[in-house]
Nanobody
Framework: QVQLVESGGGLVQPGGSLRLSCVAS???????????MRWYRQAPGKDRDLIAF????????DYADSVKGRFTISRDNAKNTVYLQINSLKPEDTAVYYC????????WGQGTQVTVSS
């Protein structure tokens, strides 16, 4: 059974930084590095939006315009972990952040809350 566990969220002041982690387990028959990964976020009362993508080898990334230049996605396949470094945080970045893996018809973590407020 595939499991994704996010961590690293918290309360941060505008302009601050956080590093989110997503640890994957249960990729029983396939190597974690065979799969692309995505980060999404969902603000209160809004849809869940795709914000970052990374391919299996970590050589290709892509970002939503709203986070481009401030967020960086990366991965360590030896640790089955994908990261999201988020810098220059703004109040509008407040949301629950989720990682996604395209396995088992699509797998999601439980999310980690990021709150940006002074």
């Amino acid at each position: 059974q595939v499991q994704l566990v996010e961590s690293g969220g918290g309360l941060v002041q505008p302009g601050g930084s956080l590093r989110l982690s997503c640890v994957a387990s249960g990729f029983t028959f396939h190597n974690f590095g065979n799969y692309f990964m995505r980060w999404y976020r969902q603000a209160p009362g809004k849809d869940r939006d795709l914000i970052a993508f990374i391919n299996g080898r970590g050589t290709t990334t892509d970002y939503a315009d709203s986070v481009k230049g401030r967020f960086t996605i990366s991965r360590d396949n030896a640790k089955n972990t994908v990261y999201l470094q988020i810098n220059s945080l703004k109040p509008e970045d407040t949301a629950v952040y989720y990682c996604y893996a395209p396995v088992a018809n699509g797998s999601w973590g439980q999310g980690t809350q990021v709150t940006v407020s002074s």
